[in-house]
């Protein structure tokens, strides 16, 4: 079992940045890749960032490239999504996720355990 909770959310102006965290807790942090999503209200939970579990390869959606950067910290059992340039499209909640994928999942489908999400609000 892995427990997550994310924290760092919050309300910010377009333009500009937040650090999202999230803080594992379970058995064997580092055997999981790590995935933030986000879920806008009434659309669908889609994929945002993804970090593998032992190399620190990462693969983003389109929508943040080159505006997101996914990080963690193994001996810490953390994560982070580093969020710059922020628009108003980026309001959602974000979801931190965990998968025994050895690759870079990016499907829901495909991790076990999930956080309860925090709230990303963009004001334009």
């Known amino acids: 079992q892995v427990q997550l909770v994310e924290s760092g959310g919050g309300l910010v102006q377009a333009g500009g940045s937040l650090r999202l965290s999230c803080a594992a807790s379970?058995?064997?942090?580092?055997?999981?890749?790590m995935g933030w999503f986000r879920q806008a209200p009434g659309k669908e939970r889609e994929f945002v960032a993804v970090?593998?579990?032992?190399?620190?390869?990462?693969y983003y959606a389109d929508s943040v490239k080159g505006r997101f950067t996914i990080s963690r910290d193994n001996a810490k059992n953390t994560v982070h999504l580093q969020m710059n340039s922020l628009k108003p499209e980026d309001t959602a909640v974000y979801y931190c996720a965990a998968s025994l994928s050895t690759a870079l999942p990016n499907e829901k489908y495909q991790y076990n355990y999930w956080g309860q999400g925090t709230q990303v609000t963009v004001s334009s």
């Open positions: 379970g058995r064997s942090f580092s055997n999981y890749a």
């Open positions: 970090i593998n579990r032992s190399t620190g390869s990462t």
